[in-house]
């Protein structure tokens, strides 16, 4: 059997938290990880630009090569991206939402929300809570600076507790579960769960995603695939030799640059 092609897209390398559960499954596909960092962060971004954006980039991959299915690893894009891209390409398109109904059903006093800020205003966030959590307190935290965080650390740079200490206060001794409602900080929830306490549940969408993504790509047999893993940025990325470290030690190649081109156009 031929290997799949799975395309994953976010901002930056929070996609690469998704990238990991789906791999876990699906170790002998083909992985094209491609990161939307001359736009990032993607929290601060009107809704407009983040369709356009995304829209775009992934339409000039699929145009570069095969891609059997997409992953926008990003719910800072998926709660607003999703009709869009589905109505423009005509292959499975997964998205990325934050773990609003998991984290209900486990919660038995709050449910705290760590999300971008684009995430927590958004009316898909507010649907969500009002259709699965309405029995529950959902106390919302939407900040750009844990994204930071989560880029720093895989660049293996520390993450600073007492500035993550300051910014999840609001949930301290006040929430049983909380989401991680952004890709990024899987990458940082040691650091997360060191804060909040050890009796704090985190919840997140990955394992998920990766389920849905083995059931629409049907794979039964094993393939015979290497299991090729490239990487590209719309732009030279910060601190690029520390993060082809990291993405060397997850099997990609050094990052290899695309830049956005007909963004205007549509
Ligand atoms: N990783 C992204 C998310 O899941 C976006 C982070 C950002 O660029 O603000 O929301």
């Known amino acids: 059997m031929n290997s799949k092609h799975i395309l994953i897209f976010d901002s930056g390398v929070g996609g690469l938290s998704v990238f990991k559960e789906i791999h876990r499954r699906l170790p002998n596909e083909d992985y094209v990880y491609l990161f939307d960092n001359e ?115 895989l660049r293996n740079e520390r993450v600073d507790l007492i500035e993550l200490e300051h910014i999840l206060a609001p949930l301290k001794g006040q929430v049983d579960v909380a989401v991680l409602g952004c890709t990024h900080f899987p990458l940082i929830k040691e650091e997360i769960s060191q804060v909040l306490g050890s009796s704090v549940e985190l919840v997140d969408s990955g394992e998920a995603i990766a389920r849905r993504v083995e059931s629409l790509l049907a794979i039964s047999d094993v393939n015979n695939g290497k299991g090729t893993r490239e990487a590209y940025s719309s732009a030279s990325p910060k601190e690029e030799e520390a993060l082809n470290h990291a993405l060397h030690q997850l099997g990609f190649t050094p990052v290899q640059l695309m830049p956005i081109q007909d963004a205007l156009d549509h």
């Not at 954006?53 to 339409?59: D, G, H, K």
């Not at 926008?72 to 998926?78: G, K, Q």
């Not at 999300?115 to 750009?144: C, E, M, W």
């Open 39 to 153: 736009a990032y962060p993607y929290g601060e971004l009107a809704p407009d630009t983040l369709v356009q954006r995304t829209c775009t980039l992934v339409e000039q991959m699929m145009r570069r090569q095969r891609i059997d299915i997409v992953v926008i690893a990003c719910n800072t894009a998926s709660t607003i991206v999703l009709p869009h891209l589905r109505q423009r390409i005509d292959i499975p398109v997964v998205g990325v939402v934050p773990a609003i109904k998991p984290a209900s059903l486990l919660s038995k006093t709050a449910v705290g929300l760590i999300a971008t800020p684009a995430t927590i205003t958004r009316q898909y966030t507010h649907d969500l809570i009002r259709d699965f959590a309405l029995d529950k307190n959902v106390k919302l935290i939407g900040n750009s600076q844990l994204v930071d965080m989560a880029e720093k650390k």
